[in-house]
Structures are given as structure tokens and as C-alpha cells.
């Protein structure tokens, strides 16, 4: 395989993980979103606020990101599908944290 072959594939893997952990994401932001109501202590509720609000500022910055794909030269196309993948586990694992903290409240 060539050196080009090898950064398709990795990229192609990469953007294939950032799919699938956006779908996990999605789902947390529904159950926390829907879920909000039966928090009681105020300390959770503000770490809601807190996990939200880094959720809603990554969904924007992830979109230009995305688009930075379909703009920038290949070159950047593993850099960039590599950074996606970091960040949305970074954030869908916070939205995790926060979700078994309100399962265990």
C-alpha cells in the first residue's frame, strides 16, 4: 500500500468512529435533555448547564470543522477527521459522566 492508500484508510476509519460516536452523542443528548426535570440537587443541575453548554459550543465547532474537510487539501484530511474523533469522545464521555451521575443521584 502506498503512503496516500494508507492516509485514505486512516482517515476513512477515523471519520467512520466520529460517525458512530455523533450517534452515541445524540442519543445522550436526548436522555439528558429529557431527563432534566428529575434532577434535584442543585449541584448536578449546574453541571448539566455546564455539559450543555460545551455540548452546544462543540456542535458549532465541530460543523466547521466539517466543513474545513470539504475546503482544506487533502493533506489535512487525517489531521482534521483525527481532531473530530478526539473531541466528540472527549465530550460524548463528559455527557456519559454526567448521565450515571443522574442515574445515581
Not at 443528548?29 to 449546574?46: G, K, M, P, T
Not at 458549532?60 to 474545513?68: G, H, Q, R, T
Not at 482544506?72 to 464521555?93: F, Q
Request: hydrophobic residues 45%; glycine residues 0%.
Amino acid at each position: 500500500m502506498s503512503v496516500n492508500e494508507n492516509l485514505t484508510l486512516f482517515s476513512g476509519i477515523t471519520t467512520f468512529l466520529f460517525i458512530v460516536i455523533s450517534f452515541v452523542e445524540f442519543r445522550l443528548n436526548s436522555y439528558l435533555r429529557s431527563h432534566y426535570q428529575e434532577i434535584n440537587d442543585e449541584d448536578l443541575r449546574q453541571r448539566w448547564h455546564k455539559v450543555m453548554r460545551m455540548e452546544n459550543q462543540w456542535n458549532l465547532f465541530s460543523w466547521v470543522l466539517i466543513l474545513a474537510l470539504f475546503i482544506l487539501p487533502d493533506n489535512y484530511l487525517l489531521l482534521i477527521s483525527s481532531i473530530l474523533c478526539l473531541l466528540e469522545t472527549v465530550v460524548t464521555h463528559r455527557m456519559d459522566q454526567l448521565k450515571r451521575q443522574m442515574q445515581h443521584q
